[in-house]
């Protein structure tokens, strides 16, 4: 089963492009360093666009938090699952979900 | 002319003009639901039973889902998984010896069809995407897979070519257009923003020139579109579950079956003389379903933009798996 965990960070940066989306996320550890992760997932433009992500979706300085997957060797990168806003949102919210024949 | 002729007439001329606008009214509401049908987006599935399929029918966007439906690996639509060329049942045909020295790849991005497994999807040093199908760390002629910095098709934004565009099907819709004289159909992919021509009124030519796409000649089957195509060059991948490219004498053959109205199946039989002699190797099948072509979108991939991919996210993966 892949691991799943979470961070809780501010957005860097965020892009729905080829061949995965991107975001970036900066993480304060216990001792106040911050760690720069990098996070794909997606899995492409077009699928991001069907769950509900836009390219504004994240924009700098927001505060979230992420499930993701890391990667071996923990180096600050992961494979991103869900991400949840303080207000309660989550993405991806897969609105197109209802026209997949195969849900 | 007489008062109550004249309001004869008109008594006549108004109620002709009432039941042009009851029968106007009733046709409205009966057939405005049947055209408004023809534009609306997705899941077009009230195909009449027996209804007659006819090669016209072929001539719209075509949308591809993801296998991973929500109702779990495997179970898209009809049960049938759609993913990459792992769904392939049919093994490869074996390698020629002068392919395995021309044509394998260094590595591979991903699982390849056959090949040396790993216990379990956790190792050491090798990247497995997911428990759900199997996982290898070299394929059958010993190329290494998984690999972060393995080849993928359309990696670096490298031309797909057939028939890898057909590889991930939820990235994007394929549309199916004639030209108006008849003589050709144009095949349009929205993943990586390709196109092909399928010539209806002639054969290869006999000085062909390599290219990416190949040069393909088609004709009709009852409704079926029976596509061959060759004069391939040897720059791309076949699919990013096979490590080795084509060759330039690589062959496709299609034969795009309407199932039903809204339901497209892509048969698929390949053939490499230089990679395996005489053998061909058949049994590959993607499914499309009837869209919408509002639903075509853009879908470029940009060389710089690919580079942050790499730089942000491969590149530390890659050094951590190093050790550095």
Known sequence: MQTSMTLKGTITYFMVVNPHGQIGLDVKDDSGNVEHWALEGGPSPRGM????????????GDEVTITYHPAKGNPHVGLFVKV???????LPNRPKAAADPGN | MEAWCKRAIKLRFLGMIAVGSIVTWIAIFVFAPLVRGQGSAASKTDTPAGAQIAPKDLFDAWMGYNWRSSLGPGKGPGGIQNYAAVDQKIPEPPLTEWAKQHLLYKSISHDPLDGKRVPGWD????????????CFSEDQNGVPVNDINGEYAGRDCEPLSSPAIYELPFQGELEFLPTPDGTRILEFVEYHREWRTFWLNREHPKDLDLTYEGDSIAHWEGSDLVVDTTGYNDKTMISENVAHRKSDTFRLVERFHLMDKNKLEIQMTLYDPKAWGDKSWPGFKKYYYRGSNERFREYICSPRENRTFDNNVIDPRSKALQGQ
């Open chain 1, 84 to 90: 949840l806003f303080p207000d309660g949102r989550v």
């Open chain 2, 123 to 134: 190792q050491p040093g090798r990247v497995c995407p997911s428990e759900d199908y199997p």
């Open chain 1, 49 to 60: 666009r069907d769950n509900g992500w836009a390219p504004d979706s994240l924009k700098p």
